[in-house]
């Protein structure tokens, strides 16, 4: 949401655009909890608690007169005031609703649902915005939040077009120079009102700095309500550390075009795009956005499946993608997909971003994104179709199939609750 009025700190409020009212005036000090109505935060209402007398305002209210102004202003508007006078806390009940959009035609996939990169893309933009947000909370270098690691993303129901897409992000964790956000995803039926749960996920940010965008800033940090709270990010922070070390490993791989490949072997499926990254791909600071990459990587992954059991597919889940290097402006990346492993109704397709210069031919290509993503197979009519099975061929695909047999029994335990117990 953007406010269209300015006030200086300490001096009087401003009145509404568009009101009659004088600037409001006096002392007191507000302090808001966002709640579900006003951001789809988790605390249950907004609180305001003011003075009566006319003082100045203590430390840590630069905005005088913001509690009289609470009688007369929206939630929403008010919290945008508490946001910019520097008054609401740091609190990891603090979501950041991203604007509603409805969805169009241009939004949908060869099945007529909303492409699985359309939504991955609006889920990185919305915990962009929450996370350079909270890193420039405080004075200091200021800094833009840049995508490094999205855990497994769940696509729970397909998002139909004409539904408007609610995109709300949380902050649940920092570390001292990373964010954790959790995202959801609703859809809601504009003609009869209904909302659904259609995507959740996790999202880790670093800030980079203005001045020079390979310099990682410290995250400043937040208030949690519960020790437990932090205590359980930390292990969330030391697990997905983990797991991006052991992924560099795979950074080498490099995807083989084969001629005259049998069906259903990986050779005949997998796919590549090239892309030139364009102004429009980029931030202002000239490097890609994260959600365009994941948008890239999940239509080469539609591709592979789509090859592989020429029938409608649609993203069933995301497993980590990792970040492991920036694309900047005016490279030339090869988004490469292969197919790793399926089961009776769920195939497994491992996509690899790799970058280049064009133009400085001494930079060498490297290894920018990696992920594995999950797609089902469907009738016309919408229902789940067996898959044809894979046939791994060389031992490193056999060897790749296995890993991904291990990820599919992993992710089967958790859903039916029924994890094995570490050992």
Known sequence: MRLAMQHEPGGPLPPPAGSSRQPFEGGGCATGRLGEKAGQGRGGRMSVHSSRARRPAPAGCPAPGLARASRSLSPVVLLSLLEHSGSLP?????????????????????????????????????????????????????????????????????????????????????????????????????????????????????????????????VPPVVYSRQEQEEEGRKRYEAQKLERMETKWRNGDIVQPVLNPEPNTVSYSQSSLIHLVGPSDCTLHGFVHGGVTMKLMDEVAGIVAARHCKTNIVTASVDAINFHDKIRKGFVITISGRMTFTSNKSMEIEVLVDADHVVDSSQKRYRAASAFFTYVSLSPEGRSLPVPQLVPETEDEKKRFEEGKGRYLQMKAKRQGHAEPQP
């Open 90 to 218: 740091r609190r990891l009940c603090c979501a950041n609703q991203s604007p509603q959009r409805i969805m169009r035609p241009d939004d949908a996939n060869v099945a007529g649902n909303v492409h699985g990169g359309t939504i991955l893309k609006m889920i990185e933009e919305a915990g962009a915005i929450i996370s350079t947000r909270h890193c420039n909370s405080q004075n200091g270098e200021r800094c833009v939040a840049a995508l490094a690691r999205v855990e497994r993303t769940d696509f729970l129901s397909p998002m139909c077009i004409g539904e408007v897409a609610h995109v709300s992000a949380e902050i649940t964790y920092t570390s001292k120079h990373s964010v954790e956000v959790q995202v959801n995803v609703l859809s809601e039926n504009i003609l009869t009102g209904a909302k659904k749960l259609t995507n959740k996920a996790t999202l880790w940010y670093v800030p980079l700095s203005l001045k020079n965008v390979d310099k990682v800033l410290e």
